[in-house]
């Protein structure tokens, strides 16, 4: 007989929540009894809440226990979970957990599913079709399948892949380069860690056929040093990678060359911004530059560069597998294909959620999400990460799309939701949005580095009640010469948290509410 | 039966070597070849020894052909690059907005309570080094820390408690 195979997940979440402990309290008691059983160390299916989530693999297909301590093992083998045995922790075949099935999983189709580090597990979910299919295309028909697809910048700013690609496969160049940001620095974001824990060899597929398109030999994946097991787990799947002479010489004996590496960040938010990655890169300080030139024509070192957000690379394996027709498919607008949105902060059901475009902010915080974990009514919902807009609950029939939201002044950034109850005080998250950008500044420009400082002291004294008018006034002016005038999305953005508070909910800031019209 | 697939997280209390220049120059030479080195080099010498000592700031400029002030800007530029070295137990605490959603703040001042350091500190027995660290991308299970390099969410004072008393009996939390 098959010996039982049980799942243990191995992402960030699921091991800061004891899921080590639990994989090792279920080793010892399996052993205790003389059992055989194969004990796969997966990725996490995104079901943050149930974390750890443990599986096993029945007749009637996986099913999930969580969240389990390590104190629950004898129980549940007690119970009999090696034969899917009924148990107050068991949540059934996961694949029919509704969070889960009412996903659209394109880029995120094997996390959870599959043994991370395993490329026999990655060919078998359809690992790999993606580049064997580009190699067939050859470089200019795989950039023009993304183009068709659709896909824009996962990393906020929304620019069509496909063209980005298109510019640096046309630039004069003896090396061009791939670099992968895998900066994700902003809160309530985890897309990419979890690809990189989860699904590496998707990543790694994805920069594969991007050095193939645009005629890159090298890459680098810039991810950051909050994320140490996404590092170690990239850097195996890398390795595996090479070994199988799936990076290198002549991958696939199609004649193409292409390897990557690992970089790591040292805690530096500015250096999501894709040239202050660059200049990271080559080993400066992460300073902003001035564009043009743009990356695309003079990246890393100087070199014509792809520099995409990890989630759009990951994207791209799915996208060569089934054709840029079937991606662009999906979608609102100009918003196509799906969207990782992570739900998280006060929020009863936590995790990642891919779905296509469109769909309504209220129904992710409500019925996906299931409101808020204290119980309490929601008060708002910082979409986009640090840089993003507080959205009040009178705006949650905004569907989930770039231009959408952006017609209401709010981004959807890197698609990360934090859900805030009423007890939240917005007028101290806008101060702590200025503090951020002030703490984060890469000093080079003005409205960024002096305009943040005074930003916080200006919220202080409008709090403070000392001549509110005119210092609102003031932190509105400043607020427009940041937008208007910084080099980067960082002095550029951090208005969107500290006016979308002060519009919504200036009950907070100690100046009477607004009628809502008004306030729209 | 070793569960296969199977990575231990990064591991508790980090041993730290003694400051030595033979020992800076050899992981500088083994670093040296990539390229954009330095961001390389300076995590290397931190892995090795704790922290980037000033003698270093001048033999990675010398083996990279860079000015000492260009060395020194990016060291100083990075918040995770230290010039002193740490206490013995270092906690990062989450300070973003996820973690702040669930009371983070409140839990912020439990721990320096509990720690008796302040938040960017290190206490002044050695013991301990407090800082904010800007999300760990556990906003599902916040609020979390990074303490002895061992990830937590779902931190509660319970967990401070017990991470408090690791320190005290001079443990790594997560031993357990």
Same mark, same amino acid.
């Given at each position: 007989?098959?010996?039982?195979?049980?799942?243990?997940?191995?992402?960030?979440?699921?091991?800061?929540?004891?899921?080590?402990?639990?994989?090792?309290?279920? %080793?010892?008691?399996?052993?205790?009894?003389?059992?055989?059983?194969?004990?796969?160390?997966?990725?996490?299916?995104?079901?943050?809440?149930?974390?750890?989530?443990?599986?096993?693999?029945?007749?009637?297909?996986?099913?999930?226990?969580?969240?389990?301590?390590?104190?629950?093992?004898?129980?549940?083998?007690?119970?009999?979970?090696?034969?899917?045995?009924?148990?107050?922790?068991?949540?059934?075949?996961?694949?029919?957990?509704?969070?889960?099935?009412?996903?659209?999983?394109?880029?995120?189709?094997?996390?959870?599913?599959?043994?991370?580090?395993?490329?026999?597990?990655?060919?078998?979910?359809?690992?790999?079709?993606?580049?064997?299919?580009?190699?067939?295309?050859?470089?200019?028909?795989?950039?023009?399948?993304?183009?068709?697809?659709?896909?824009?910048?996962?990393?906020?700013?929304?620019?069509?892949?496909? @063209?980005?690609?298109?510019?640096?496969?046309?630039?004069?160049?003896?090396?061009?380069?791939?670099?992968?940001?895998?900066? %994700?620095?902003?809160?309530?974001?985890?897309?990419?860690?979890?690809?990189?824990?989860?699904?590496?060899?998707?990543?790694?597929?994805?920069?594969?056929?991007?050095?193939?398109?645009?005629?890159?030999?090298?890459?680098?994946?810039?991810?950051?040093?909050?994320?140490?097991?996404?590092?170690?787990?990239?850097?195996?799947?890398?390795?595996?990678?090479?070994?199988?002479?799936?990076?290198?010489?002549?991958?696939?004996?199609?004649?193409?060359?292409?390897?990557?590496?690992?970089?790591?960040?040292?805690?530096?938010?500015?250096?999501?911004?894709?040239?202050?990655?660059?200049?990271?890169?080559?080993?400066?300080?992460?300073?902003?530059?001035?564009?043009?030139?743009?990356?695309?024509?003079?990246?890393?070192?100087?070199?014509?560069?792809?520099?995409?957000?990890?989630?759009?690379?990951?994207?791209?394996?799915? @996208?060569?597998?089934?054709?840029?027709?079937?991606?662009?498919?999906?979608?609102?607008?100009?918003?196509?294909?799906?969207?990782? @949105?992570?739900?998280?902060?006060?929020?009863?059901?936590?995790?990642?959620?891919?779905?296509?475009?469109?769909?309504?902010?209220?129904?992710?915080?409500?019925? @996906?999400?299931?409101?808020?974990?204290?119980?309490?009514?929601?008060?708002?919902?910082?979409?986009?990460?640090?840089?993003?807009?507080?959205?009040?609950?009178?705006?949650?029939?905004?569907?989930?799309?770039?231009?959408?939201?952006?017609?209401?002044?709010?981004?959807?950034?890197?698609?990360?939701?934090?859900?805030?109850?009423?007890?939240?005080?917005?007028?101290?998250?806008?101060?702590?949005?200025? %503090?951020?950008?002030?703490?984060?500044?890469?000093?080079?420009?003005?409205?960024?580095?002096?305009?943040?400082?005074?930003?916080?002291?200006?919220?202080?004294?409008?709090?403070?009640?000392?001549?509110?008018?005119?210092?609102?006034?003031?932190?509105?002016?400043?607020?427009?010469?940041?937008?208007?005038?910084?080099?980067?999305?960082?002095?550029?953005?951090?208005?969107?948290?500290?006016?979308?508070?002060?519009?919504?909910?200036?009950?907070?800031?100690?100046?009477?509410?607004?009628?809502?019209?008004?306030?729209? | 039966?070793?569960?296969?697939?199977?990575?231990?997280?990064?591991?508790?209390?980090?041993?730290?070597? +003694?400051?030595?220049?033979?020992?800076?120059?050899?992981?500088?030479? !083994?670093?040296?070849?990539?390229?954009?080195?330095?961001? /390389?080099?300076?995590?290397?010498?931190?892995?090795?020894?704790?922290?980037? /000592?000033?003698?270093?700031?001048?033999?990675?400029? !010398?083996?990279?052909?860079?000015?000492?002030?260009?060395?020194?800007?990016?060291?100083?530029?990075?918040?995770?690059?230290?010039?002193?070295?740490?206490?013995?137990?270092?906690?990062?605490?989450?300070?973003?907005?996820?973690?702040?959603?669930?009371?983070?703040?409140?839990?912020?001042?439990?721990?320096?309570?509990?720690?008796?350091? +302040?938040?960017?500190?290190?206490?002044? +027995?050695?013991?301990?080094?407090?800082?904010?660290?800007?999300?760990?991308?556990?906003?599902?299970?916040?609020?979390?820390?990074?303490?002895?390099?061992?990830?937590?969410?779902?931190?509660?004072?319970?967990?401070?408690?017990?991470?408090?008393?690791?320190?005290?009996?001079?443990?790594?939390?997560?031993?357990?």
């Amino acid at each position: 007989m098959k010996s039982p195979r049980i799942f243990v997940p191995n992402d960030a979440t699921a091991v800061a929540c004891g899921a080590d402990r639990v994989a090792r309290k279920l %080793e010892a008691g399996l052993l205790a009894r003389g059992i055989t059983a194969d004990i796969t160390r997966n990725g996490s299916r995104g079901l943050f809440w149930l974390e750890p989530l443990i599986e096993v693999e029945t007749e009637r297909g996986r099913i999930g226990y969580g969240p389990v301590k390590p104190s629950d093992i004898e129980d549940l083998l007690h119970a009999g979970i090696l034969h899917g045995a009924d148990h107050p922790l068991c949540v059934g075949l996961v694949d029919e957990i509704p969070y889960l099935k009412k996903q659209t999983r394109l880029t995120f189709a094997r996390i959870g599913i599959i043994d991370p580090l395993s490329l026999t597990d990655y060919k078998a979910h359809g690992g790999y079709r993606g580049l064997e299919r580009a190699i067939t295309l050859g470089p200019s028909a795989t950039v023009e399948e993304v183009v068709e697809s659709g896909l824009r910048g996962r990393g906020g700013a929304g620019f069509p892949t496909g @063209i980005k690609w298109r510019t640096v496969a046309a630039a004069p160049a003896d090396q061009r380069y791939i670099v992968c940001n895998a900066d %994700e620095g902003d809160s309530g974001t985890f897309a990419d860690r979890l690809i990189m824990e989860a699904d590496p060899f998707c990543l790694i597929e994805g920069m594969t056929i991007a050095g193939l398109a645009v005629g890159a030999t090298k890459g680098y994946v810039y991810s950051r040093s909050e994320y140490p097991l996404a590092f170690v787990v990239m850097e195996k799947a890398i390795e595996k990678a090479r070994e199988a002479g799936l990076l290198g010489d002549n991958i696939l004996g199609s004649g193409l060359s292409f390897d990557m590496e690992m970089r790591m960040g040292a805690g530096a938010y500015v250096c999501g911004e894709e040239t202050a990655l660059l200049e990271s890169l080559e080993g400066k300080r992460g300073l902003v530059r001035a564009k043009p030139p743009l990356p695309a024509h003079k990246g890393l070192f100087q070199k014509p560069t792809v520099i995409n957000n990890l989630v759009s690379l990951a994207t791209v394996p799915v @996208i060569l597998d089934k054709g840029g027709k079937y991606y662009r498919d999906f979608g609102m607008g100009r918003s196509r294909g799906t969207m990782p @949105i992570q739900i998280a902060g006060n929020i009863k059901f936590g995790g990642l959620f891919e779905t296509a475009f469109g769909i309504p902010l209220g129904e992710l915080v409500y019925d @996906i999400g299931g409101g808020t974990a204290s119980g309490r009514p929601v008060k708002a919902v910082q979409a986009g990460g640090p840089l993003g807009a507080y959205l009040p609950t009178h705006q949650f029939d905004t569907p989930f799309d770039y231009e959408a939201f952006a017609a209401k002044d709010a981004l959807i950034g890197h698609g990360g939701l934090v859900v805030f109850d009423d007890t939240a005080d917005l007028a101290d998250m806008a101060k702590f949005a200025m %503090e951020f950008c002030a703490h984060e500044s890469c000093g080079k420009c003005t409205p960024c580095r002096i305009g943040s400082t005074r930003g916080v002291e200006t919220i202080d004294k409008v709090i403070a009640g000392e001549k509110r008018e005119q210092n609102l006034a003031l932190l509105t002016d400043l607020c427009h010469t940041m937008k208007l005038g910084s080099l980067c999305a960082l002095g550029g953005f951090t208005p969107y948290p500290v006016l979308s508070a002060l519009n919504h909910f200036p009950e907070d800031f100690g100046v009477a509410p607004k009628l809502p019209a008004a306030a729209e | 039966m070793r569960p296969h697939g199977f990575w231990e997280s990064e591991t508790s209390m980090a041993v730290y070597e +003694d400051w030595s220049t033979e020992r800076a120059a050899q992981v500088i030479s !083994e670093n040296r070849h990539l390229e954009g080195a330095t961001m /390389p080099i300076l995590h290397a010498l931190q892995e090795t020894f704790g922290f980037v /000592p000033d003698p270093a700031v001048p033999m990675i400029a !010398e083996s990279l052909n860079l000015s000492r002030a260009e060395v020194y800007g990016v060291l100083t530029f990075y918040h995770d690059f230290r010039r002193e070295a740490p206490g013995r137990h270092v906690v990062k605490l989450c300070a973003a907005e996820a973690c702040q959603s669930v009371g983070g703040k409140a839990l912020a001042q439990y721990v320096e309570e509990k720690l008796g350091v +302040d938040m960017g500190s290190t206490s002044p +027995d050695g013991r301990v080094t407090l800082e904010p660290i800007y999300c760990l991308g556990l906003c599902a299970c916040a609020p979390s820390a990074l303490v002895d390099g061992q990830l937590v969410g779902r931190l509660d004072r319970d967990a401070i408690d017990e991470i408090a008393d690791c320190f005290a009996n001079g443990k790594s939390f997560g031993d357990a």
